[in-house]
């Protein structure tokens, strides 16, 4: 249990801070196979992806930049069926027991070093149902001999344009250079350096890799937008829908993909 | 004497107590070298008190010898070889397992030096011996021979205060060393421009300003006849200045000391050579290597087959664990900068558990309410976090290869969500931190490279055969609960019309708390 303490240190510089942007990432699942003849597999699952404005209003239908939120993901995704079912990570159930000889995994762990198999297994990540409620997919198989198959499924994704964000980040960026261009100016004259180094001692290396991408996008919406951005009034969605939708495609009835094979195989 | 006074007197327990006062106390290493700093010879360095029962009744008294030794202050000077002796006189002296007369009678003892403490067949003595001490300092050097210099370099300096250290042994024959230190103080002594500026390395913390509220060190080790081993060390309250270099530098006076005696076998003998007490070999190609060089049939099974031979059959476990240990990050370890940022890692417990089985072995982390500071030192303007305590567990587990299966490696992390904010001046200093730290690691990798360069010796050897053997099966999970980054402006240069929208992630947030 996080303490109450601990809660109110980490939330007391709001009172001295002005929140601009929130870029959050929900329920990320990974798992990295090696089989015995060389294979790598890796899975990539994200739940849901969401990048707030937090300088617009709360009932502003600006707040949302970007989104992934589809209809699987937005009643909890694959993570909160997950979280249901592990105990919370507390330090009394999960630390470490004394036993008739040495130490021991409490039986928290245990439970959660099972579940994390479970939800981590390989044909988890090849159940279409399972996988349903991220938005997020990302598969890779390489095999021992070079080639590679690559997957991207996204299922919906909206971005939004709205100038006054995009004003205020760049003066918070803008800001932030001052500050850092020592450090920048620094690293980057040691990373010449190694860089130099590191392709002196190298010697050029022939590419033989052969890989195939699929991606599967079911849609992309991006809005461009002209909105009074701190109006106090309250407006409705409707009045203030998108100036121009520069680019939306999608196919949420059937199963159409995107598909992009390429294969490169060297002299 | 009366009749129920004579009864008392003959079921009241009698002990022999000798107490043992040696002044002057002087260590010297085989060298003649002078190990500890010898103060006035006339006052008392070491008052031993012996206790062990006599009459009936004395073999129902477990332990039997009771040992209290108390040293004045102690100050001891090692250098490598030194300490490597010492540590050779504690093991093979007061714990040499050859002392419990277990094994097997049809054994042969030809190759152990047996220093008769126990009698075959009797039951094994029992003791408990007390080492305690107000202060202890022990400075450790590198002398002419093993500097890169070629001069003699002070490396460490480790002060304790009211340390004590116990080792019992009961009828059970398992040992159980513990060891308590009120205060442990690490600096290290090099002079080294790289990270001069920050000598103290680990120190306890006081938690209230201008109060020293020493904290405690505590290790276990409990050893069974047959070698299984459980070792534990717990630090409380500590803090940490995480100069990775000069850890390493620490580190590195510890690695690669001889850990056992060499043993040779009778067959060996004809390609040894004996010069005053020393034996040495002549050539390290053995008997046994010439044999397998000669079945060249199958060498991968028969590397196979020494490297099973080669696998520990004791358990071994450790467990290192940390309770309110904060462990600061710098930018700049020379000290020169007029800024220097630093990054404090708080946690509120961390448990790190290592265990070897056999043919298996298991790691496992659980660290719990990780905060993160950013700062200056000497002025640590932030007081508030820059994550929400945050908690992670994970294991890694790894069997190694027998002949009728490949090595095998499981692994899983798991995280809760992670709610983070970032301001100008906090990301700034992280940047900074991260960078000096880096350059920190780049630097010591690259002195690392050019050291083994120069001095190939087996042990580096050894560690490129390790790092060829190829894991043929793993798997790795990684589960998150999140990430949320919340983007700051601490210039207090607000956006028009937008304060409002401050306070609502705050209000938000601790409604769900």
Known sequence: ?267 | MKGADKRLSEWTQWFHNCRLELCGLDIQSWDDGQLNEVHNSQSQSLVVNIRWPVGPTAPLVKPKWNVVGTFDPLSMRLSRKDFSLFRFFVNYNLLEPSRFLSRDANEKLDNLVLFGYEKQGLPPTTYSVTLQSESLEFHFYLDEEESSSRKSEEVMCVKCTNARYTLLKNIDCISRQTANVESIHLAQTSDREEWSGFQDLLLPISLVPGQSRPRLLQFTSTTRPNGDNVKSLHLDQAGIYMIVPAWQHVGDFFKYLPTSPEIFAAEEMASLMQVGDRFYRMSKTTTCDVQVQSTSGDAAQVATQAQEAAYPTESRQFLFSLTSPRIILVSDATGTADVNSCVTLHMANLHYHQSTHLNQSAQSVICHGMEIFAGQIGNPSSHSSLICPFSVCGSLSKSLPLKTRPQVLNGWIWMEELQAHAAYTDMVSSIDVLNGVNKQIMSNAQESKVNSDIQPTSDNKDRKNDALGQIIEAKFDVLCGGFSLVVTDDSHRHFANAQVSILSPFIFTCDQI
Request: proline share 3%.
């Open chain 1, 1 to 267: 249990m996080r303490s109450n303490i601990a809660y109110s240190r980490f939330f007391l510089l709001y009172l001295l801070l002005q929140a601009l942007i929130e870029f959050s990432l929900v329920g990320l699942r990974c798992s990295r196979v090696v089989t015995q003849s060389h294979d790598v597999k890796t899975f990539v699952t994200l739940d849901r992806l969401e990048l707030t404005d937090l300088l617009q209003s709360e009932d502003s239908p600006f707040r949302i930049m970007v989104s992934s939120s589809n209809t699987a993901s937005a009643n909890g995704g694959f993570f909160s069926s997950f979280v249901g079912v592990v105990p919370a990570l507390s330090w009394e159930s999960h630390k470490m027991l004394v036993s008739d000889w040495g130490f021991q995994l409490s039986s928290s762990m245990e439970t959660l070093r099972e579940a994390i198999g479970y939800a981590c297994a390989f044909d988890k990540f090849a159940d279409h149902s399972s996988v349903q409620a991220c938005d997020f997919v990302f598969r890779n198989l390489s095999h021992g001999n070079g080639i590679s198959y690559i997957e991207l499924s996204l299922s919906h994704l909206t971005a939004q344009w709205n100038p006054s964000t995009v004003i205020a980040f760049q003066r918070f960026l803008g800001r932030m250079k001052k500050f850092t261009t020592n450090i920048l100016t620094t690293s980057a004259a040691d990373k010449n350096v190694e860089i130099a180094s590191s392709n002196s001692s190298k010697a050029p290396e022939s590419a033989d890799v052969i890989f195939s991408v699929k991606a599967d996008i079911q849609s992309v919406s991006i809005y461009l937008s002209k909105y009074a951005p701190y109006c106090q009034s309250q407006v409705s969605r409707q009045q203030h829908s998108p100036l121009i939708t520069i680019f939306s495609f999608g196919f949420p009835q059937q199963t159409k993909n995107i598909n992009k094979d390429v294969f490169w195989i060297p002299k």
